[in-house]
């Protein structure tokens, strides 16, 4: 399954550059109207393709977001997902690890939550949160009581990507289509987002004190970011670094690379053989037609 040619996919070949990567939509981009009328073309498409995706019942599918708070993860997951069958896709937010989800390898919670074939598995955070957070705070490492300590934790990193290359591959392998997108927000949008959450009594109750916190960390998680994605952007499992700044353009840029990716596939709905159609007219009697 080929990554689709879009502007925004990170390239296999190592060469990303955060500082590089848009965080706001190109000028020509549609404004909110069109966004929105576009969007709900492809929300309709989408809706289409799932139910073919169930049918043919060969391909899963996996929608890994990841970001900085404040970006737009839970609005974009809604927005696209928002046409599809309930019954066809399932939404896993992965937030601070538990007891037993420490107690296992750092896959293994992720894993539970991979979808079955003929449905939509998507991630509100994921098994990248292993090299992002825990990179950019790396005394997490210590509540997960890895054998011996490495002492050059570099190699730890590079372990941990070659994990989810590996992993990654399998799945793809398998039938498992696996679709990663980074929401690429500005800081000084971060900022502004943050402040609107404190100036705007409906928003009060998103304001986290621990997000501006941990906004402190910002050229760190650009840096965990960066090697990152670098490190396991492959055509089995692609990443795209979609400007997040504009959450309407971000939408519909999501939507248009999961629809396109879908219209991709090789998929049918079931042909009813020769031998089970003939037993049409015998079942069409029986239900006195
Ligand atoms: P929202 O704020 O919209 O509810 P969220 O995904 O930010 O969504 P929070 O509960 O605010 O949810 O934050 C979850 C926190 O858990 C994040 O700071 C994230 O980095 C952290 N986290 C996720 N996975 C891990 C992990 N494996 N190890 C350590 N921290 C993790
Ligand atoms: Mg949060």
């Known amino acids: 399954m080929p990554a689709i040619n879009s502007p925004y996919l990170v390239p296999f070949d190592g060469s990303f550059r955060v500082a590089d990567a848009p965080t706001t939509p190109p000028k020509d981009a549609p404004g909110k ?35 900085m708070d404040a970006a737009g993860k839970d609005g974009t997951i809604r927005a696209v997902l928002s046409g599809v069958n309930p019954a066809g896709c399932h939404v896993s937010a992965f937030k601070q690890p538990s007891n037993e989800e420490l107690d296992h390898d750092f896959l293994w919670r992720t894993a539970k939550r991979l979808p079955e074939r003929g449905r939509i598995g998507v991630f509100n955070r994921s098994h990248y949160e292993e090299v992002l957070v825990v990179r950019v705070h ?77 906004a402190e960390h910002w050229d760190a998680y650009m840096d ?31 939507a248009e690379i999961v629809t396109k990716t879908l219209r991709g596939l090789d998929m049918n709905y079931p042909e009813v053989d020769a031998a089970s159609r003939a037993r049409f007219d015998e079942m069409r009697r029986l239900l006195g037609g």
């Open 224 to 254: 965990a970011y960066e090697a990152a994605l670098n490190a396991t952007s492959t055509p089995s499992a692609p990443w795209y670094a979609i400007p997040a700044d504009d959450k309407h353009v971000m939408r519909t840029t999501v």
């Open 138 to 214: 790396p005394e997490y490492l210590g509540g997960q009581r890895l054998p011996g300590s490495p002492d050059n934790l570099d190699e730890l990193w590079e372990q941990r990507y070659r994990s989810i290359a590996d992993h990654e591959h399998h799945l793809a392998e398998n039938g498992t289509v696996i679709l990663k997108f980074w929401l690429n927000v500005s800081r000084d949008e971060q900022r502004q987002r943050f402040l609107a959450r404190l100036d705007e009594p409906e928003k009060n109750w998103k304001f986290s004190e621990g997000d501006v916190r941990e």
């Open 33 to 67: 109207k069109e966004s929105k009328r576009r969007l709900a073309d492809l929300v309709d498409e989408l809706r289409e393709l799932q139910r073919v995706l169930y049918a043919d019942d060969r391909h899963s599918v996996l929608l890994v977001f990841q970001a």
